[in-house]
């Protein structure tokens, strides 16, 4: 029972372009989201996160968006760069505080051709 | 340079050898965690402390065992391994309290192959 889905696999978009990452969730207790970001034989690094009290978090070239109604996020990169091309982890949290235990979706790889 | 250490960076294991997987972590991180990423599964949650000497069950915690004797370290052992525990295992830190949105600092991860 996958409650936390990238239906992607893969992505690949023009340099200088918007990637729009998308990810569907089940449990409407979730609360807290994040994207992460992982190269070949690196483990993930964090990208940027967002709370259900708000719908939209900007940091730099990356948004996230948050639909709590559809249960659906995304992560909007613009413009998209070569150094972006990783396989992004969305991940979502149902825990109380204390906890901290998030469960994450399978990846979708992005491919940003130059 | 603070982060988290994993040992080994790789491991051929025969099947129900023991093992052990070593993770350390220099930021003084109260939670800590262990994943395994599997193709088209995504990193699956095995087991996790959120303080020294606490330890809970994650998704995936059949055949795994963690021991939290101090804040820095999380060893996994794999009591007698079997060929469906290949995979990379992703140790991973969090600071704790109130902190759901700063994320996990991950390792470099541990390759795995029981043959």
């Known amino acids: 029972d996958q409650q936390v889905k990238q239906n992607s696999p893969s992505l690949s978009v023009q340099e200088g372009r918007i990637s729009i990452l998308n990810c569907d969730y089940t449990?409407?207790?979730?609360?807290?989201f994040l994207w992460y970001k992982k190269y070949p034989a690196e483990g993930p690094t964090f990208l940027i996160s967002?709370?259900?009290?708000?719908d939209k978090n900007e940091d730099g070239r990356f948004t996230v968006f948050l639909n709590k109604s559809a249960k659906h996020l995304s992560l909007h990169i613009v413009p998209s760069q070569p150094g972006d091309s990783a396989v992004y982890f969305c991940a979502a949290s149902r825990e109380p505080a204390g906890t901290y235990k998030y469960i994450f979706g399978t990846g979708t790889r992005l491919k940003v051709l130059a | 340079i603070a982060g988290i250490t994993q040992a080994p960076t790789s491991q051929i294991l025969a099947a129900g050898r023991r093992m052990t997987l070593r993770c350390t972590q220099d930021m003084r991180h109260n939670a800590m965690y262990w994943y395994r990423q599997d193709l088209g599964l995504g990193l699956r949650l095995i087991h996790y402390?959120?303080?020294?000497?606490?330890?809970g069950k994650g998704e995936v915690p059949d055949g795994y065992s963690v021991s939290r004797a101090n804040t820095d370290d999380f060893p996994l052992t794999l009591a007698s391994a079997v060929p469906s525990q290949t995979s990379v295992y992703f140790c991973?830190?969090?600071?704790?309290?109130?902190?759901?949105?700063?994320?996990?600092?991950f390792g470099s991860g541990t390759r795995l192959t029981v043959v």
């Open positions: 967002i709370s259900s009290i708000k």
């Open positions: 402390s959120n303080t020294a000497g606490t330890t």
């Open positions: 991973a830190s969090s600071e704790g309290p109130g902190n759901f949105l700063s994320g996990y600092t």
């Open positions: 449990n409407s207790m979730f609360d807290y």
